[in-house]
């Protein structure tokens, strides 16, 4: 079991950046691959970035690269966010995977809630204004 816990999310003008953490906790935390999800009001749930359990692998979604970076260090999971922009408004989420190394890092259904051995956080808000 894996627990996660998100921090950091907030309201930040355009322009701004952000630092989200999610701290893991848990049999076996440090070995499980880590993502990033967002979900905006009235839109599915998408993938924004992902590591691997080493940190030598990351996935980012085409919308953010450049702008964003997903790193980890032991326990704890981390997204800079710069250049935000409005259409960033969403409720972030922290996600855990063990077992799944097979399955590339942006396969969004080895990420599924439902799946033995991954876990999710409850989100934290981040709000971009113009």
């Not at 996600?95 to 033995?116: F, I």
């Amino acid at each position: 079991q894996v627990q996660l816990v998100e921090s950091g999310g907030g309201l930040v003008q355009a322009g701004g950046a952000l630092r989200l953490s999610c701290a893991a906790s848990g049999r076996n935390s440090n070995a499980s691959d880590m993502a990033w999800f967002r979900q905006a009001p009235g839109k599915e749930r998408d993938i924004v970035a992902a590591i691997n359990w080493s940190g030598g692998r990351t996935y980012y979604a085409d919308s953010v690269k450049g702008r964003f970076t997903i790193s980890r260090d032991n326990d704890m999971l981390y997204l800079q966010m710069n250049s935000l922009k409005p259409e960033d408004t969403a409720v972030y989420y922290c996600a855990a995977r063990l077992g799944s190394a097979s399955y590339p890092l942006a396969d969004v259904t080895s990420w599924r809630r439902e799946r033995a051995g991954v876990y999710w956080g409850q989100g934290t808000q981040v709000t971009v204004s113009d």
